[in-house]
Each structure stands twice: as C-alpha cells, then as structure tokens.
C-alpha cells in the first residue's frame, strides 16, 4: 500500500507566547514537527507532505535535510483548507494519512493499527476517551454506535458536549475519495473555517464505513499549545525513554529525573544517579557507574568507568577503569586513556591522557599530550594561548608535575622528568631530571610585621 502522509502544521500556535513557529519548540532538544516526521518515516512506502505557514521559511531552514515536500499555506483558513493545499499532490491510489505538527508522541504502533483497519470503502479514525474533552471536536455516533459525523465544540449543542470521546485529528483514507470530498468542504460554521473534520459526514453520506481505533495511552495524541502541555509532554517521553531503558536492565535512581535528549547506547549493570543528562550521542560500556547532576553530551565511556557527582563532559573519550569528578569538566577532543584519574576542579580540553596517569587537584591541561602514568601536581596550568595563538605542551610518560605549576606551551616535559612546585617552564625539560623554576627560600632576619597606625 501506497502511503500519502500529510502532516499539518501552518498553525500559529498563539498560546505559545513565543517568535518561534510551535513546532520548533522542542522535546527532548528535537523539533516537534520532527518528531512527528520520524514516526511518519517508520511507515513503508510514504511520501510525506509538510503543510506550513506561520514562520515557514524559518521551519524549512531548521528542518531542511528532511527527506519530504513542503506545501505553503499562505492563510490559515482551517485544517481542511490545509490538506486542500497537497491537492494533486495526493494521488489517486495511496491511502493519505493525516497527522498534526504539534502532537509528538504518537507511536508507530497506533499508526499501524489505524491504517489496518483501512478497506475500499472505509476510513479510519483515531479517536480517544477523554475524562474532559474540552476543546475537541466529539465523535456523533447513531443508537448502533456507527459514526455518522464530528462535531466541533464550538458547534456543539448542550447534548453533543456530553460527548466523551474526541476527535485526534488523525485519519486515513484513500486519496481519490479524500480529494473529492476536500472539494465539497464549506466553512459556514462558528469559526468560519474549512474543517477537515467535515469529511466524516461525506464519507458517510457515500456510502463509507467509519472506523475507528484508539491510541494505547492518551498522552500519545495530546497537543502542544503552550508551554505547560510542553513541559508535560517532555515528562512523559522522558519517563517513557527511561522506562525503556530500566527495561534494558539500566539502574535509574530515580526515572522521574533523568533526562535523554539524543541517543544513548549502553552496556550492562550502569547505574546512572539522580539529575543526570545525556545529550547528542552517547555510548556506554558495563559496569559504569554515573554520579548525581551530571551534563553528558556525545560522549564514549569505557567499562568500569566511575564518573562522580557534578561533571560536565562534551566531545570526549574517557577509558575503561577510569574515574573522574567529582567536578570535572572533559571538554571537546578530549581522549582519555584507561585508568586515567581526572579530580575535582580539574579542565582538560582536546588533550589526550595517557594509561594510568592522574590530574587529581585543580588543574588546567589544554592542547596537551600527555603520556602514561604521568602525575599533575594540584593546580597545574599549562598556558596553551598567548592572547594570539594556541601552543601545544607535551608531557612525556612518567614525569611527575610539582604543585602550581605553569607550563607555557609550547614546551615539552621529558621522560620521567620531575618539576619542582612552584616553577613556570618555558623551556623543554630533560629526561629523568629535575627541573625548577623558582628562586632559592630566603628568611629576613629581624623582619616585622607591619602595624595598624593609631588615628589622632
Ligand atoms: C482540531 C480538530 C478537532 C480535534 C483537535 C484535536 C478540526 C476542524 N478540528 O481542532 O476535531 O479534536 O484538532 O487536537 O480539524 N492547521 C493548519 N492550517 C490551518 C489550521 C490548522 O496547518 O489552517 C494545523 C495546526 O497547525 C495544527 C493542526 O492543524 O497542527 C490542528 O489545528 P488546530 O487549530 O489546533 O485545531 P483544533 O481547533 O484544535
Ligand atoms: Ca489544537
């Protein structure tokens, strides 16, 4: 079967109180509108059509390497006005499915079943039961529960509200028929709009059969209008991608604050603390365990990795058996090797550390390569930048790096070469020597300390 998808989203989206178009607010830092595409996509043999106009070149440029066809609707005249814009576009024999921009979280399996439930002569509808179904059109049912039509709210009289099951918006039919009907939409109504919803009562009018299916959850077809239905909806599909996840055999603290916003490869026995975010793409090795309130972003983690409490780590390598944190930060390109130790207060930014090395204290290693079981004393700096330019400092296998010191890149620390505490190294060091920098301690005989001057 041939699929037409037709996903609208021309809508302002006013509630949002926002200059972005609705569906480029995000979940989980992924439009909604795509979303919404990457369900669509799953389904064979589908053509999908975006109606757009509010903010749509800004839509287009945000979303551009979709793989689909953009149609403008210049006015919003209505959801049916909407669809009409695909025209002949739809073509004769494909079963065209309509979908919303702004309802993200429906599921490929809802999807599957509705369009199953298509025949000749049939057109499905996605409908749900709704404890308040304010603001959705109802679903008019006769005395033999075959659906004759859909009723808007703001259309509906005292009796039709009393209705409890709505209308999704969602629904498949084949195109010919969609077409012709498109065609005959009017907009007398109290908004004045073509609704797509109007095609109910001319399907059955030719003879159509109305059938419906429902999603496995509500939450899988609720709307975003603004940014409490947003926050809601991020929570759910949070809880969801951890519930999928503790299924994986994850250990989660607390599934209620975890957050994924990409994609998250992992192995087995992790435990993962409370607050921690996963961004962009992420691999995981076993055994790892994950500290409280950490921010990781396209990150690969070795096994038996510990990462504590409060670390950032971005565009980064970090080795089996290693343990960082408790306030780390691992910038871009930075490659550690196994049973690295990076402490707290300590930056490393597109450096590679080698096997069994440790910057334990309050340390800045920038633009360096570092060999094996290196040590860097507490508060080492290497000054990679002149204000112009940046510079390399290389730290040969087994050097030992005294406290507070700074290395002006670039500059090369020999093999198992020990600096004293307290040097500034500009020059490359020897191999297996001691280097200082400081000059000799000196004590002033007779010395006193400074008084406060009593006021007159
Ligand atoms: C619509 C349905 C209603 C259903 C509800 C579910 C109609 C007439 N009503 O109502 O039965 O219960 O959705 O949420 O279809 N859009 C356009 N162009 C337009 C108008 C709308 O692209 O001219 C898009 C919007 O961006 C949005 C979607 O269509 O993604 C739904 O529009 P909206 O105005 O929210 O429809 P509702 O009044 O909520
Ligand atoms: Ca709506």
């Not at 998808?5 to 949002?16: C, Y």
């Amino acid at each position: 079967m041939n699929l037409t998808t037709i996903i609208l989203a021309a809508g302002k989206g006013t509630r949002m109180r926002s200059q972005l178009p609705k569906v480029l607010h995000h979940i989980a830092e992924k439009p909604l509108l795509k979303h919404v595409h990457d369900t669509a996509i799953q389904l064979e043999n589908n053509t999908i059509h975006i109606v757009i106009g509010h903010g749509a070149e800004l839509v287009k440029k945000n979303l551009a390497n979709l793989q689909v066809n953009w149609v403008e609707q210049t006015q919003q005249l209505g959801t049916g006005h909407a669809v009409q814009q695909v025209g002949n576009q739809i073509s004769d024999e494909s079963i065209a499915l309509v979908l919303y921009g702004d309802v993200p979280l429906l599921k490929i399996e809802t999807l599957q079943l509705l369009l199953s439930k298509i025949n000749e002569k049939t057109l499905a509808l996605l409908t749900v039961n709704l404890q308040n179904p304010t603001g959705y059109g109802r679903i008019v049912r006769d005395n033999f529960g075959k659906v004759l039509r859909i009723v808007e709210e703001k259309d509906a009289t005292e009796t039709e509200k009393q209705i409890t099951e709505g209308n999704t918006g969602i629904l498949a039919v084949q195109g010919k028929a969609l077409k012709k009907w498109l065609s005959q939409l009017g907009n007398n109504n109290a908004q004045g709009e073509y609704y797509l919803t109007d095609i109910i009562a001319l399907a059955v009018a030719d003879g159509f059969e109305i059938a419906t299916s429902s999603p496995q959850n509500e939450d899988e077809v609720l709307g975003v209008n603004d940014k409490l239905q947003l926050a809601h909806l991020e929570r759910v599909y949070q809880l969801q991608q951890a519930q999928n996840l503790m299924r994986q055999g994850v250990t989660l603290r607390d599934p209620n604050r975890f957050d994924l916003r990409g994609s998250l490869e992992i192995g087995q026995d992790v435990e993962i603390d409370v607050n921690v975010i996963f961004e962009g793409k992420n691999q995981i090795g076993n055994n790892v365990k994950i500290g409280a309130n950490c921010l990781i972003k396209n990150a690969t983690i070795g096994d038996d990795v510990i990462i504590l409490a409060n670390c950032v780590i971005e565009n980064a390598e970090v080795g089996a058996n290693s343990r960082i944190g408790p306030f780390a930060r691992l910038r871009p390109e930075t490659v550690l090797a196994t049973d690295t130790h990076i402490g707290n207060f300590v930056e490393i930014k597109k450096s590679v550390i080698g096997q069994g090395s440790k910057v334990n204290h309050l340390s800045y290693i920038g633009d360096s390569l570092v060999g094996k079981k290196v040590n860097i004393g507490a508060g080492t700096i290497t000054c990679n930048y002149d204000g112009a330019n940046k510079f390399q400092t290389i730290i040969e296998d087994g050097a030992f790096i005294g406290s507070d010191t700074q290395l002006v890149a670039p500059v090369t620390v020999g093999k198992n070469a020990t600096i004293g505490a307290g040097s500034t190294i500009t020059k490359d060091t020897p191999d297996d020597q001691l280097t200082l920098s400081r000059s000799k301690q000196l004590s002033v005989p007779h010395w006193q300390r400074p008084v406060k001057k009593e006021k007159l």
